[in-house]
């Protein structure tokens, strides 16, 4: 097999080309979260209606991103980079001259579409452009992208929109998207087997994936609000999901020519790797919802300083992408995601122990240490899951990948939204059930209060009911704080509970199978040298 000709070119370059676009279209997912109030009131709806901004965008990336590697052996996975660039960029324009929320939620329904390939197509180009013994380094760039685009993404909303205008968040992309096709067009092109594929269309596996998948996100996204399956709405879009992912298995496991290769997740490592991506999407962007939150409701942090909270997190991946890179091109990738799930683990307990008289630092360090912990799952994890993939399947793969990642992130988002309610209210009713006349420490803080009241010229009723009021948030401040302790704490027995799963997967060390070659004879002295160093690791 011939190699690519991307080979030919400096493989940073490239790195630097697909990249930039896919950072733009992860970044996209959380920038406007925080902006959607002000888009609501500007274009003349409420917010409840202003929420599908971006429930339409999650809505269509989740239907686009498992077809990306049908696509890309179809017409080519240069022509899909451009095309999805090309569109991304034009809808981010369209998207910020919107004038009315129907127009903005259309034009995001196309944005999701064109951008939803970008994330499993710049993965499978950089793990072709580098060699197998260099995936480590691959993924380093490329989990740049998938971990600090969600944490920046609220910082980068709220900032833009508080100084410029929320449609300035799509218009940055512009020039982004610009550089990118410039330089996708240069440098990116298509190994061999890219784009020879001319079976029919599975038309049948189009409409139920979309149906599936579609339906899913809107019940995530929108479960919470509906008061979840006692909701019709939701019961409706439950049952149409379950329909239509049960019909999409059967349908992708009969068909000759699926669009979607289900037939990838055969592979042990490949599918105990996707299930662990899938449960480090739900704690990530669980996470990443629960402390703004925290610090705002509970801590009183305004709302780009609550972002900004999330930013030690994002300093501790990057100091520790290129050193996990590295280390796993010498080491195996399964001891390195063992010490990244005991490490992320422990962070979350440490969240746990907030409280509310938590300064920045007792954030701080926790964020920090967890951000370097997701280095050492991410990139160990996306190689080791990908190296007995044969290249030719690689966009397949990548596709089932990325799309169980984001699965999971809405998961986790949906759960810990739901977790927080319900728990509180939960608490609430236990700690309502103490304040009575009769127990000494709740009449002793009454009274306390009321005498407080009084003192500061207010009538001895109004005293009463101030005193009444101020004890009553009291409470619910008291039970919203021991949700978020029981939510931390939850995510980081998922943590540990992640570790057996690690066992099920092979040494990712090994050549790809496409890659082995015959041991010529003179090379046994070398073999003999290389025995103690593997002697170490996992079989």
């Given at each position: ?358 300064g920045y630092w007792d954030i701080f360090w926790p964020q920090t240490i967890q951000g ?100 009553y948030g009291m409470v619910q401040q008291q039970a919203m704080l021991l949700s978020f ?55």
């Open positions: 097999m011939s190699p690519s000709p991307s080979r030919h070119v400096n493989p940073w370059i490239i790195t630097a080309a697909v990249m930039l676009a896919t950072f733009m279209e992860i970044l996209d997912t959380t920038v406007v979260n925080v902006s959607v109030p002000h888009m609501a009131g500007n274009l003349g709806a409420t917010v409840e209606e202003g929420t599908w901004v971006v429930t339409s965008y999650l809505v269509s990336n989740a239907i686009i991103l498992p077809m990306s590697g049908w696509l890309a052996n179809r017409f080519g996975r240069r022509n899909m980079l451009l095309a999805c660039v090309t569109g991304f960029t034009i809808t981010s324009l369209l998207c910020g001259m919107s004038t009315t929320l129907d127009q903005l939620i259309f034009f995001r329904v196309l944005q999701g579409l064109t951008g939803g390939g970008l994330q499993p197509l710049a993965q499978a180009v950089l793990l072709e452009t580098f060699p197998p013994a260099k995936h480590g380094t691959a993924m380093a760039a490329f989990g740049l992208g998938i971990i600090l685009a969600p944490i920046l993404g609220p910082t980068l909303g709220g900032w833009i929109t508080d100084n410029y205008s929320w449609r300035w968040i799509f218009y940055l992309n512009l020039p982004v998207g610009i550089l990118s096709v410039i330089m996708m067009s240069a440098f990116v092109h298509d190994p061999p087997y890219i784009g020879r594929n001319r079976s029919s269309v599975d038309l049948w596996g189009i409409g139920f994936l979309a149906l599936g998948f579609g339906t899913l996100q809107i019940v995530l996204d929108t479960g919470q609000r509906n008061d979840w399956f006692g909701s019709t709405k939701i019961r409706v879009f439950t049952f149409l999901c379950v329909f239509g992912l049960l019909a999409m298995v059967i349908r992708e496991l009969t068909a000759k020519h699926p669009i979607v290769d289900l037939r990838v997740l055969k592979d042990l490592t490949f599918a105990t790797g996707t299930s662990l991506m899938t449960m480090l999407g739900f704690v990530l962007y669980g996470s990443l919802m629960l402390l703004p939150i925290f610090l705002q409701t509970l801590l009183g942090y305004p709302a780009l300083e609550s972002g900004l909270a999330l930013s030690p997190r994002g300093v501790g991946s990057l100091v520790m992408m290129p050193i996990v890179g590295v280390l796993t091109n010498r080491f195996d990738p399964r001891k390195l995601i063992a010490v990244g799930l005991a490490v992320g683990g422990w962070t979350m307990f440490a969240l746990s122990h907030v409280n509310l008289n938590s370097a912990a997701m280095a050492f799952l991410f990139i160990p994890l996306m190689a080791a899951s990908m190296s007995a993939i044969p290249r030719e399947k690689m966009g397949n793969a990548t596709s089932i990948y990325n799309l169980m990642r984001n699965i999971g992130g809405s998961f986790g988002i949906a759960t810990m939204t739901t977790f927080l309610a319900r728990r509180s209210q939960l608490h609430q009713n236990q700690l309502v059930s103490h304040i009575t006349p009769y127990d000494h420490a709740a009449d002793t803080m009454f009274r306390g209060m009321q005498s407080w009241f009084m003192a500061h010229g207010v009538d001895r009723v109004d005293a009463m009911h101030k005193s009444m009021g101020a004890l302790v029981e939510a931390f704490w939850v995510m980081g027995v998922m943590f540990l509970c992640m570790l057996p799963l690690v066992l099920m997967m092979r040494n990712a060390r090994h050549l790809h199978p496409h890659e082995k070659q015959p041991k010529p004879a003179d090379q046994k002295d070398r073999q003999h040298e290389t025995e103690p160093e593997l002697a170490g690791a996992f079989h």
